[in-house]
């Protein structure tokens, strides 16, 4: 079992549709991030949200950090081909020392 | 220009024959961390290091091993390299463990191990 549940893990959509995209866990944090991966590429972070119920604008990306600092979910409003990659959420635990967690990531790709 | 540098690219080996990639950053970032990447499992942490000769396992330390000697680098070392460590490694570097520091990422070594 993951401490990170993404979903969904794939969504193909058309060029103008709008997405959610969710990363779930049982656990609370302190912080949570945002990461996209292009293919051959390594992560680059998007966002970085760190209090409970915050909401986060980049151009046409929402993020939003639950209340209960739990879960996060990402909001794509007119999805690009440009928005094609694999989104990952990712977290330093309060416990087991200084790991970072990574969910598997849901993987989106935007039809032109 | 800031960035994380990881050598070799891609990487073909035999089965048990040692092997290292290098990573480098030149950011004078202390937390430095090494993944792999296997389909559906998403990145997970091999081992990372607070600061020079500081090192500790991530979720999955089987098979390898690191050091820190110098800020700047961090290798990956597999003294005896098996089939199922074939995977897309990464390393990465942020100023520091704080939850909410951004952690910058090579391009990534793409290893086989027949």
């Known amino acids: 079992t993951q401490l990170l549940e993404q979903s969904p893990q794939f969504l193909s959509i058309q060029e103008g549709e709008n997405l959610t995209v969710y990363c779930n866990s049982s656990s609370v944090f302190s912080s949570l991030q945002w990461y996209r991966q292009e293919p051959g590429e390594g992560p680059v972070l998007l966002v970085t949200v760190v209090t409970g119920g915050e909401v986060k604008k980049l151009k046409r990306l929402t993020f939003q950090f639950g209340d209960a600092r739990k879960d996060s979910s990402l909001h794509i409003t007119a999805a690009q081909p440009g928005d094609t990659g694999l989104y990952l959420c990712?977290?330093?635990?309060?416990?087991?020392?200084?790991?970072?967690?990574f969910g598997a990531g849901t993987r989106l790709f935007v039809k032109a | 220009e800031a960035q994380v540098t990881q050598n070799p690219r891609y990487l073909i080996t035999v089965t048990g024959k040692k092997l290292t990639v290098t990573c480098s950053q030149n950011?004078?970032?202390?937390?430095m961390s090494w993944y792999r990447q296997d389909p559906g499992l998403g990145l997970r942490q091999i081992y990372y290091s607070m600061n020079v000769e500081v090192t500790d396992k991530g979720d999955v330390p089987e098979g390898y091993k690191v050091s820190r000697k110098e800020k700047r680098n961090f290798p990956l070392i597999l003294e005896s390299p098996s089939p199922n460590q074939t995977s897309l490694y990464f390393c990465a570097s942020s100023l520091s463990a704080q939850p909410n520091t951004e952690a910058f990422f090579g391009q990534g070594t793409r290893l086989t191990v027949v």
């Open positions: 990712a977290v330093l635990p309060w416990a087991g020392g200084f790991k970072t967690i």
């Open positions: 950011m004078n970032h202390e937390y």
